[in-house]
């Protein structure tokens, strides 16, 4: 048998047949090779999308804390400016602590008296009169003791400069001078020229302040007193005067408040402790 020529069909055919397979084989490497890529690029454009989301979600988390804040410091500002509006109102000398310490100058008088009815005078023939914003609250303590049955009235309440220094002479004149300052204040130095300070009395004491401490009246001021912004200025002990229980100062509910919870009495604390208390003194 002769060997085909090189142009044989057969032959043609068969070449033809493996080069298609090759080009094939090519392209499908191409194509391979391409998708690959595309998935790279995809997964990194996926990858990107993701963290770009992360840090758009951290960035309005950073924004949403940031107005926050900004909005917790503009509360705390008008809160500041509410605490210094209430400060320029109040007279800084309500809460100063007078006796033998500040002194009260003659010229010294509270911005507004109101007279205190008279149900709760033990002298209705008498005016006293009170620091107009502590009126409410006085009223207040002696109207709910009345309603648990016990009879608290007023002895004495504001007490101008000159008003002391007749009392404090005529003291002096009856107990001498000596005797006279266990109990009784200088001109300038008595809180009751504040218009903040009462001298409390029971019908049963005949018109004495002495044994006071023994009445329904103290124990029911002891228990309740605070509540109204009342507290006892000179306890048994104290290092200013002697024992007076019926001599009772409004210090605001606030600070009486911490004045009880503590068990202690306003001398006790610093002036700058209890200046802390001035901006919520009449609240």
């Keep these: 048998m002769k ?29 391979a090779v391409k998708l690959g890529l595309t998935t790279q690029e995809l997964a990194s454009t996926t990858t990107a999308l993701e963290e770009r989301q992360v840090a758009m979600s951290d960035e ?5 804390q940031g107005w926050q804040a ?9 809160n500041s400016l509410g605490t210094l509006e209430k400060l320029s109102k109040t007279d800084p000398e309500l809460l100063q602590k007078y006796s033998k310490v500040f002194f ?3 010229h010294y008088a509270p911005e507004r008296l109101s007279q205190i009815e008279k149900e709760f005078t033990y002298d209705e023939s008498r005016p006293e009169r009170i620091h107009s914003s ?34 404090k002479s005529a003291y002096s004149v009856t107990y001498g001078a000596g005797s006279a300052n266990t109990f009784s204040a200088d001109q300038g130095y ?24 023994k009445t329904a009246a103290y124990a029911w001021l002891q228990k309740n007193a605070y509540k109204y912004g009342f507290v006892l200025s000179y306890p048994p002990n ?12 409004f210090v605001g509910e606030e600070l009486a408040d911490y004045l009880h919870d503590r068990e202690k009495y306003l001398y006790e604390l610093e002036q700058r402790q209890i200046d802390e208390f001035l901006a919520t003194l009449f609240d």
């Design 60 to 64: 309005l988390y950073a924004a949403t």
């Design 190 to 213: 008595s809180e009751h020229q504040l218009g903040t300070t009462v001298d409390l009395i029971s019908k049963g004491q005949g018109g004495e302040l002495a044994g006071f401490e």
């Design 70 to 78: 900004i909005q917790s410091r503009l509360g705390g500002f008008e």
């Design 238 to 249: 104290n290092a200013h005067y002697v024992f007076e229980p019926w001599h009772w100062r």
């Design 3 to 31: 060997n085909p020529l090189p142009f044989d069909p057969l032959y043609i055919v068969l070449a033809l047949v493996i080069a298609g397979f090759g080009y094939s084989t090519y392209q499908l490497n191409e194509t």
């Design 134 to 167: 502590v009126l409410p609250y006085l009223e207040d303590m002696l109207s709910d003791a009345q309603k648990a049955g016990v009879e608290i009235f007023v002895k004495s309440s504001y007490r101008s400069f000159e008003e002391q220094s007749k009392l």
């Design 104 to 106: 009260l100058n003659e």
